[in-house]
């Protein structure tokens, strides 16, 4: 059933009426001073607070975690409904709605697949749409693979909505943080490893941003390390962002407890943390569980992923002041409100 929200068309025509298709790039432009200009969102913008009035224009195919529909259901589901020919999609785009918006521009992404509508969706269907001036939206597809990648990202959203001199300042803030919880690390020492898994059955670890945010805690990931880029030396102190990693990876359980990991964040991807905790109560049944290291030390952490980590937008600068703190010892740097618990 179509969400029954009345549709918004008090936009001054001198400002962009912007659709964000991605909870990610809803922050980034509500973080650069551009929560006026949405006039609709997908069903996941659920931050900052405030947006419940905007309609919304997608919805999921696809159960969430729920009673008998465990982690493994998900998966199979999420499997069934990728294969077969041509582009396939997870979610629903409410055309018609869409189109009596009239947007400007539509913030989206070509990342991932199975996090959000696909690109090819929506430029099918905004192809037949027209803006107040007659012409077909503009189209901007967010594709972060690291955390300078996502600062990159808030200037592109600043700059498409004509915001660029609040983008600036703003990503000028969420780097300085970066460098300040930095401090508390020592960069000359591998550190223990941590696993980071973005789902539970299967088993999925880190990948992209989240692996640079591990190393960078003072952790290793063995699992799926960054790699430097060719012709960048040894990417250390500010070049460090040419140590990327690639998506996150499917993990048989030999391989992560042969690892031995000393710290284990179980965050997965789009799951809140009651969801999050049904996961680890699965977990905890399987006979390899308490062969890790972190199990038995009790350094096991809780995330919720739909907020954390699992979003490119400015609240990964949280997660990894979170991140640096629970693993260094430091809680005076992890966020207050920092949705997690430890186990």
């Avoid at 008090?10 to 298709?21: A, Y």
């Avoid at 929506?122 to 600062?151: C, F, K, Q, W, Y």
């Avoid at 640079?212 to 040894?234: K, M, V, W, Y």
Wanted: glycine letters at 8%; charged letters at 20%.
């Amino acid at each position: 059933m179509l969400d029954s929200t009345p549709l918004i068309h008090n936009q001054p025509n001198d400002q962009p009426r912007v659709v964000s298709l991605l909870p990610s790039a809803t922050e980034l432009l509500c973080a650069v001073g551009g929560t006026h200009l949405l006039v609709g969102r997908s069903h996941e913008c659920d931050f900052p607070k405030g947006l419940d009035h905007l309609p919304v224009l997608t919805q999921p195919r696809i159960a969430s975690l729920s009673g008998s529909n465990t982690a493994a259901a998900i998966d199979a589901q999420v499997r069934t409904a990728m294969q077969g020919d041509g582009p396939q999609s997870l979610y629903d785009l409410f055309a018609d709605k869409l189109a009596a918006l009239a947007p400007d521009i539509i913030l989206t992404q070509d990342l991932c697949e199975v996090c959000s509508i696909d690109l090819a969706t929506v430029r099918s269907v905004a192809s037949s749409i027209l803006t107040r001036d007659g012409t077909t939206p503009r189209i901007v597809s967010l594709n972060p693979t690291s955390i300078e990648g996502v600062l990159d990202d808030m200037l592109v959203v600043g700059a498409a909505v004509g915001r660029l001199e609040h983008a600036t300042p703003a990503v000028v803030r969420l780097r300085a943080r970066l460098y300040e919880a930095g401090e508390f690390v020592n960069p000359y020492d591998d550190g223990p490893i941590l696993a980071f898994l973005e789902w539970t059955d299967p088993l999925f670890c880190a990948g992209h941003w989240t692996v640079q945010l591990i190393e960078r805690s003072g952790c290793t990931h063995p699992f799926n390390p960054t790699q430097i880029r060719d012709g960048a030396g040894a990417a250390m102190g500010p070049q460090q962002g040419e140590k990327i990693a690639g998506k996150s990876l499917r993990m048989p359980p030999e391989i992560l407890v042969a690892a031995q990991p000393h710290f284990l964040v179980i965050c997965p991807c789009g799951l809140n943390l009651d969801q999050t905790r049904a996961c680890v109560g699965e977990l905890s049944r399987k006979p390899w569980w308490r062969e890790l290291p972190a199990v038995q030390s009790g350094r096991i952490a809780l995330v919720d992923g739909n907020q954390m980590f699992n979003r490119p937008g400015p609240r990964l600068v949280d997660a990894y002041e979170w991140l640096v703190g629970w693993v260094q010892g430091r809680p005076e740097l992890i966020p207050s409100d920092f949705p997690w618990q430890p186990l």
